[in-house]
């Protein structure tokens, strides 16, 4: 009799424990935990020698095709090689450009990220490919384990490729001479900081109080009816550049016309896929902005440059972008016809250009009138 009275009441209190489970963890919100599929572009991940600190190392290059397979949106927040274990930076290509940062997966979205890390002291020998696995974290903790990936050896070094080099001792015109030391001088920063990191060179942006690296990222408020393609405040936004701010000194110091026409074609001319200014093709529309003869750069730019191996043409379409993003009064509406007829035909992803234009016209007409003016720092 008592062992049944026992036998009930532990019976009553495992029915009560498990409902008081079931209820406490039927209220706790379900987070997914297959949420990307990851594939290597295995023509894009090498490895070389390198140093650190002074030290050899090794740097381990991967770009990956990354897929959200979740109903949510999705950050990749780490990487790391799981032999030897060495934690990487990881960033992510925005889904609406070419952009690489902290951006988010949409859902059931696909897109790029890299990831590169640093192995100190080395462990292989040069010309000796690197086979790994990888792991992947998410904003949820998740953990993606990839495959075996193969890291093909890469040369120490690789020379630069110099098509149609120049030296500047060697031009006899000092106006030319000028314009090409500034561009030289790009060329050197875009190395450094250039498209692989989000970079243009020397080129900054500068919106609402905060310096971004290049044009900045396409900051967004997902599903909301207000206009987004351009700053409507012309105090908010702008683009400049040291090397741009050097180039206009020397405009600005010629007095006549012929001196001033002799600086633009020195930049004109050099606008071409075979020139060694392929990849700063976005610096020297820049200045053609600033001097008002951006028709023209654009003109070469669809003519000698696009087809390039160097993305200088793809560049100088992200520069045309941030302008009209940030600083489109400054457009006339013939420049705005001069830009459309660029992109017409091209094979190049136009960025937001197209929508961007649309934009600004509706802007104009809403005000009852087209805007646009001289730009700064010109001659009449």
């Not at 190049?348 to 600004?360: G, L, M, S």
Request: charged share 25%.
């Amino acid at each position: 009799m008592e062992a049944t009275i026992l036998t009930k009441i532990i019976e009553l209190l495992q029915g009560s424990v498990s409902a008081i489970w079931k209820s406490f963890t039927s209220n706790r919100p379900t987070l997914p935990r297959q949420t990307l599929r990851l594939v290597a572009d295995e023509t894009q991940c090498w490895w070389s020698l390198g140093t650190v600190g002074g030290s050899p190392a090794m740097q381990v290059v991967s770009r990956w095709h990354a897929t959200n397979v979740s109903d949510k949106k999705i950050y990749v927040v780490g990487a790391r090689l799981l032999s030897p274990n060495v934690q990487g930076l990881v960033a992510v290509r925005d889904s609406e450009g070419r952009v690489f940062g902290s951006f988010p997966i949409p859902p059931e979205h696909k897109t790029e990220l890299m990831a590169d890390f640093w192995i100190q002291p080395p462990n292989r020998e040069e010309g000796k490919d690197l086979v790994v696995r990888l792991e992947f974290t998410d904003n949820l903790g998740n953990q993606h384990k990839t495959k075996k990936t193969r890291f093909q050896s890469q040369p120490r070094s690789k020379p630069q490729k110099v098509i149609s080099g120049e030296t500047v001792y060697s031009i006899a015109d000092p106006i030319v001479k000028r314009v090409v030391s500034v561009l030289k001088a790009e060329v050197d920063r875009y190395r450094g900081c250039g498209r692989r990191v989000g970079g243009l060179g020397s080129v900054q942006t500068s919106f609402d109080g905060k310096e971004f690296t290049g044009v900045g990222a396409d900051w967004r408020k997902p599903d909301a009816p207000m206009q987004q393609e351009v700053v409507t405040s012309p105090t908010i936004g702008a683009i400049r550049s040291e090397n741009l701010d050097a180039l206009l000194t020397v405009f600005q110091d010629l007095v006549t016309p012929e001196e001033r026409e002799t600086f633009v074609r020195a930049l004109i001319a050099r606008i071409h896929r075979d020139e060694e200014y392929a990849s700063v093709g976005y610096f020297i529309i820049l200045a053609l902005f600033r001097l008002d003869r951006l028709g023209e750069g654009l003109s070469k730019a669809k003519a000698d440059l696009m087809g390039d191996k160097e993305y200088g043409f793809s560049n100088l379409l992200w520069v045309v972008d941030g302008l009209l993003r940030f600083e489109h009064s400054l457009f006339s509406d013939d420049l705005l016809d001069d830009i459309e007829r660029t992109i017409d035909g091209i094979e190049e992803h136009p960025f937001r250009i197209p929508q961007r234009i649309a934009a600004i016209r509706a802007l104009r007409l809403s005000r009852g009138h087209s805007e646009g003016g001289r730009l700064p720092g010109t001659a009449e």
